[in-house]
């Protein structure tokens, strides 16, 4: 499941992006480059008139490029500006402005949070992830689905369905509430929070959908699904994850998972890059959100922590230093060099 190259793949499966104009430029660019027909003798066209242009390659799908950028942070950018113009005008209206809401470091205080792009913190990186997924389904651009992700045709509970399920968008914490009680009952880590965002949004590219009010249970779930078995080690079984979701069947999990696979393509792989730039955009939709990760002051536990940590990664790079200069001897190190004394006969 690993293996990120597949035969069964054919050339002609490459994934379609919505947006046909990248297709149109590139194309207008390939005919701007041929010759005319009045030039005369061979013509042999240079190396950089071949190279597609970083335009065109930068509107490639974000979950696989790490130079392009994410879908949920372009989409939340129109509602970011319009919280910091009203905010703005509060603060002008108002005499007396509230406290502040962010902590600031101080020559006396330093305030630093546990987060890292390694060690995400789980409760946070949760919010911000289903914060992603809530831009997604207010700013969809239409209601484009499959009948495996339908909640009505596949339902998550026995329940009743409401009849306006399709119209009404979930709040932000109704989709935290779902996405928590997955990752605290089957045990995730907030890696694998960061990779679901990126599988869905692969998946949403990919097979050209949209996460809407009726599917995004379900996409969401088929997302971690995924990402559970490819980043963890000792994986969840898809029997526990029908001990959370009691009204679930097995078979209805194993045909969502194999659909969700065929419509990735079976491109599982998530690039060191492409990860790390997934974990940034989210800090900043946070910031941007006033969701900000916990700051705590430097104490000395924490300072030493830092420290221990700070010393792993330096005597780690020390030896991978060591290991690639082996084959090289610096001018410095030749002094003290014993040379064996020559056998004449």
């Not at 919280?83 to 205080?109: A, D």
């Not at 630093?112 to 992603?132: E, F, G, H, R, Y």
């Not at 969809?140 to 509970?157: A, C, Q, V």
Request: hydrophobic letters at 35%.
């Amino acid at each position: 499941m690993g293996n990120t190259v597949s035969c069964c793949v054919s050339p002609e499966s490459s994934p379609k992006l919505p947006s046909r104009q990248p297709a149109e430029r590139l194309e207008e660019f390939h005919t701007s480059t041929e010759v005319s027909d009045d030039q005369a003798g061979p013509y042999l066209q240079h190396i950089s008139d071949r190279e597609v242009p970083d335009e065109l390659a930068l509107e490639s799908n974000p979950s696989d490029h790490a130079r392009a950028s994410t879908i949920f942070l372009s989409k939340s950018q129109t509602d970011v500006r319009d919280k910091r113009k009203s905010n703005h005008l509060n603060h002008i209206s108002h005499v007396s402005p509230g406290p502040p809401m962010k902590k600031y470091s101080s020559c006396s205080t330093i305030f630093i949070d546990d987060s890292t792009v390694s060690q995400p913190n789980l409760k946070s990186t949760i919010k911000c992830v289903t914060l992603a997924i809530y831009y997604h389904i207010k700013k969809r651009d239409s209601d484009r689905s499959l009948d495996i992700f339908d909640e009505k045709l596949h339902p998550l509970s026995k329940e009743p369905v409401p009849d306006d399920y399709a119209y009404v968008d979930p709040e932000h914490k109704h989709i935290y509430r779902f996405v928590r009680t997955l990752f605290s009952a089957a045990q995730l880590t907030a890696e694998c929070a960061i990779v679901t965002l990126v599988y869905l949004e692969r998946l949403l590219t990919y097979a050209e959908l949209d996460i809407c009010p009726a599917n995004w249970k379900r996409i969401v779930l088929g997302a971690i699904l995924l990402a559970s078995k490819v980043w963890d080690d000792q994986a969840v079984w898809n029997v526990d994850y029908c001990q959370i979701l009691k009204d679930l069947t097995v078979e209805d999990l194993n045909e969502m998972e194999r659909q969700s696979l065929e419509l990735l393509q079976f491109n599982i792989n998530v690039p060191a890059s492409v990860y790390a730039k997934y974990y940034f955009d989210l800090r900043q939709l946070a910031d941007d959100n006033n969701l900000n990760f916990p700051l705590e002051p430097l104490d000395n536990q924490r300072a030493q922590k830092l420290e221990a940590i700070s010393r792993l990664c330096e005597d780690k790079y020390k030896d991978l230093s060591k290991a690639a200069m082996r084959r090289s001897l610096s001018a410095d190190n030749l002094i003290g060099v014993r040379h064996s004394n020559a056998v004449l006969s």
